[in-house]
């Protein structure tokens, strides 16, 4: 069983910062792909950025240069650095991970969620 455990949401200013965390564990035996997702009230959900296990970073548009994805592979654990946050940044956000399971079983696990609320 694998869990993917999000934290740092919260209630931000514009113009202000925060912070999200997910940490993977149970019976993982590698992780490729992992990338942050978020959904709008009455919208699809969308990526926001990915991170492969070497390192290599994608955005969407709407988020480039004021968002980091980042990942410590050690810790099975990717980060999220959201700056200059915009309203429109509002969303729960969601963690996702690409990875092979001790059964050798590749799967895409979900964490959650984690609210974000960006105040005007």
């Known amino acids: 069983q694998v869990q993917l455990v999000e934290s740092g949401g919260g209630l931000v200013q514009a113009g202000g910062s925060l912070r999200l965390s997910c940490a993977a564990s149970?019976?993982?035996?590698?992780?490729?792909?992992m990338g942050w997702y978020r959904q709008a009230p009455g919208k699809q959900r969308e990526l926001v950025a990915a991170?492969?296990?070497?390192?290599?970073?994608s955005y969407a548009n709407s988020v480039k240069g004021r968002f980091t994805i980042s990942r410590d592979n050690a810790k099975n654990t990717v980060y999220l650095q959201m700056n200059s946050l915009k309203p429109e940044d509002t969303a729960v956000y969601y963690c996702?991970?690409?990875?092979?399971?001790?059964?050798?079983?590749?799967?895409?696990?979900w964490g959650q969620g984690t609210q974000v609320t960006v105040s005007s």
């Open positions: 991170i492969s296990s070497g390192g290599r970073t």
């Open positions: 149970g019976s993982i035996f590698s992780i490729n792909d």
């Open positions: 996702n991970a690409d990875l092979v399971t001790t059964n050798m079983y590749r799967q895409s696990s």
